[in-house]
């Protein structure tokens, strides 16, 4: 089942990515003591990117298995909970930038 891949890679993304980030920053910062920030965020951009990848491809793996759900019906439901928590969650968050980025544009033209 290849949402077993999907599982297994969505744990890889979560601790050993901060591991990795952690890592980045400190190496940077004892290669380059006045730019230590540079580094982690150059990681953090790399592993959100990792993660949105790998999110998408999740999806695609939900939505174009048709065996899944009678076969591992336990890790279908779990993959589908968290594609679908995690699309959800980035899609309120986008909007609510959207409107208090219209909010406080619209308060500072009253001033």
């Known amino acids: 089942v290849p949402l077993r891949t999907f599982a297994v890679g ?3 993304l979560s601790f050993p990515t ?6 980045v920053v400190r190496y940077w910062n004892e290669l380059y003591k006045n730019q230590a920030t540079h580094g982690g965020a150059f990681a953090e951009i790399i592993a959100c ?3 949105f990848g790998w999110l998408a491809f999740g999806t695609h793996l939900i939505s174009t298995t048709a065996t899944a759900p009678k ?7 779990g ?7 995690a699309w959800s969650i980035l899609t309120c968050a ?5 409107v208090t ?8 033209q009253q001033k």
């Open 10 to 12: 969505s744990l890889v």
């Open 18 to 23: 901060t591991w990795f980030t952690d890592s």
């Open 49 to 51: 990117a990792a993660s």
């Open 71 to 77: 076969a591992a019906p336990l890790l279908f439901w």
């Open 79 to 85: 993959s589908f909970l968290q594609c679908s928590a």
């Open 94 to 98: 986008i909007v609510c930038l959207i």
């Open 101 to 108: 980025t219209v909010l406080n544009l619209t308060v500072q």
